[in-house]
């Protein structure tokens, strides 16, 4: 099966521009996942879909990360306006079911790589 | 373990040698662990993982212990190779609602020729 396909791959831009990010989950999976990964640092979640609802968003800087997936499969990731500590890798990950528990295990993509200069 | 780590660990390990990664985590009541690795520019991937009513599970050439008693679990990976080189990282259903998805702060394995 195709595995999460995730675009672009990396992307550099100054503080305070614009930018999204773009996922497609396997195939049929109703979860989907946006984490950030830090240099050093193991992935943190930033929010958590099922299918078009969110499910988690507690640790999603709201006042400049956004993040949809109007028709439950393709999901966008924005953040409004970037500063220097968003320089990360920004990794979709999706499930068959909602559970991280191991019953659905979560499938990654190669991430996008943000630089902010 | 669960703290996020600001350096990361790296073992170096000799071609066909055995490695042993470990990981503490501190929440007693943690019942599902897992190992994933991370190559170098590609996303994290699942290699094996085990639940607490377990002491050991094994996969192709890996192993995982589980000690509950001293909060401790290892990956331990056979004649290790080459492409074996990559972050290793446990993780758990570790979030406060126990269905939100954690990972440790990762240990490089780096395999020598």
């Known amino acids: 099966e195709a595995g999460v396909a995730q675009s672009p791959r990396y992307k550099i831009i100054e503080k305070r521009q614009s930018v999204a990010f773009w996922c497609n989950p396997i195939s049929g999976h109703a979860t989907l996942y946006w984490y950030q990964q830090i240099l050093g640092q193991g992935p943190k979640l930033l929010i958590q879909f099922q299918n078009n609802g969110v499910v988690d968003d507690s640790q999603l800087p709201k006042d400049r990360f956004s993040a949809e997936r109007l028709k439950g499969v393709d999901s966008t990731l924005k953040i409004q306006p970037a500063k220097l500590e968003d320089s990360a890798v920004y990794l979709c990950?999706?499930?068959?079911?909602?559970?991280?528990?191991?019953?659905?295990?979560?499938?990654f993509g190669d991430g996008t790589r943000l630089s902010i200069l | 373990g669960e703290s996020v780590g600001l350096h990361l660990p790296t073992l170096s390990v000799q071609e066909g040698d055995n490695s042993i990664i470990n990981c503490a985590y501190s929440n007693s009541a943690s019942d599902y662990f897992i190992w994933y690795k991370q190559e170098s520019g590609k996303g994290p991937q699942f290699i094996i993982d085990?639940?607490?009513?377990?002491d050991k599970r094994q996969g192709q050439r890996v192993t995982v212990l589980l000690n509950k008693t001293v909060k401790h679990l290892s990956l331990q990976i056979a004649a290790t190779q080459p492409g074996d080189s990559a972050v290793y990282f446990c993780a758990g259903p570790w979030g406060a609602a126990g269905n939100k998805l954690t990972f440790g702060g990762g240990t490089r394995v780096l395999v020598k020729p």
């Open positions: 990950a999706s499930s068959l079911g909602r559970g991280a528990r191991g019953e659905q295990p979560q499938h």
């Open positions: 085990i639940r607490s009513n377990m």
